[in-house]
């Protein structure tokens, strides 16, 4: 590893964190102050980018746009996939992302100051993830958005795991809009392990908005059973999008069906 470009690379991301949650717990963290939040939400994931020197572009923004509230969904390719995905939200959103990264200096702190939602692994997870579906729900209230990555961990190989059910039964049951990001070529911008953030100059990235799908859709009276729905038919669309060799292999049918069960334990 290159240590001198590890401290540059990390020291501009954490110097931005640093400088927006500076401002954040100066101002505080009252609903009255989001607006200001967000900004520097954006402004950190935009700086860093930059920083980085992330080759990015938007693609279907005018979806973006149509839909001020919404669950929104993205595949998960890299590190940099909240970065740039965050560069280009012009709204107020939460995202939820594994507890571990609450810890990273100066970011982290950042992520817990702006109000984003852990997710915890391992051992009494289940206990200490309980009171998620309560936080989406004031995250909601507030009118914010709340942004899912619904494969929960990144591919090992590059192609899209299936996807979990949490953010399509958050949308059936805040009655919100899926709006699905599709993102390119983040996992390729570094190489696997690249603990100095050194991107690849000749690499660039892209995330497509696509058009937004409602639970009403889906109708039914089992909030589960219209979830799967929507999911299923929400990762059908991501298949077609990203084409059968960046996808992995689905469940067969008692694989699914064991999911179900599963989901309904959990969700339920």
Not at 192 to 214: E, F, M, Q, W, Y
Not at 225 to 253: F, M, S, T, W
């Amino acid at each position: 590893m290159n240590y001198a470009r590890a401290a540059w690379n990390w020291g501009q991301v954490g110097t931005r964190a640093v400088f927006y949650g500076s401002i954040a717990l100066t101002v505080g963290l009252g609903s009255r102050h989001r607006p200001l939040l967000h900004w520097c939400m954006r402004r950190w994931c935009a700086g860093s980018s930059d920083g980085l020197k992330i080759d990015r572009a938007l693609h279907g923004g005018a979806h973006i746009d149509a839909t001020p509230q919404a669950i929104i969904v993205a595949n998960h390719q890299s590190a940099l996939d909240i970065l740039v995905i965050g560069g280009f939200l012009k709204r107020d959103f939460r995202w939820l992302a594994k507890a571990d990264l609450f810890k990273v200096p100066f970011s982290g702190w950042y992520l817990g100051l702006a109000g984003h939602i852990k997710v915890h692994r391992g051992e009494a997870a289940a206990e200490r993830n309980r009171l998620i579906k309560e936080q989406i729900h004031a995250v909601v209230q507030e009118g914010a958005s709340v942004l899912f990555f619904p494969e929960g961990t990144r591919p090992r190989d590059g192609r899209m795991k299936p996807f979990r059910l949490g953010a399509f039964l958050a949308a059936v049951r805040e009655d919100l809009p899926v709006l699905p990001l599709v993102v390119r070529g983040t996992g390729e911008l570094m190489e696997a392990g690249a603990n100095d953030l050194s991107v690849k100059p000749d690499r660039a990235c892209s995330v497509t908005a696509l058009p937004a799908i409602h639970p009403a859709d889906f109708p039914g009276d089992d909030p589960v059973e219209r979830a799967i729905a929507l999911r299923d038919h929400i990762y059908r669309i991501y298949c077609a999008e990203l084409g059968p060799e960046n996808v992995a292999a689905p469940p067969d049918a008692a694989d699914a069906e064991a999911a179900r069960v599963l989901e309904r334990a959990e969700h339920g």
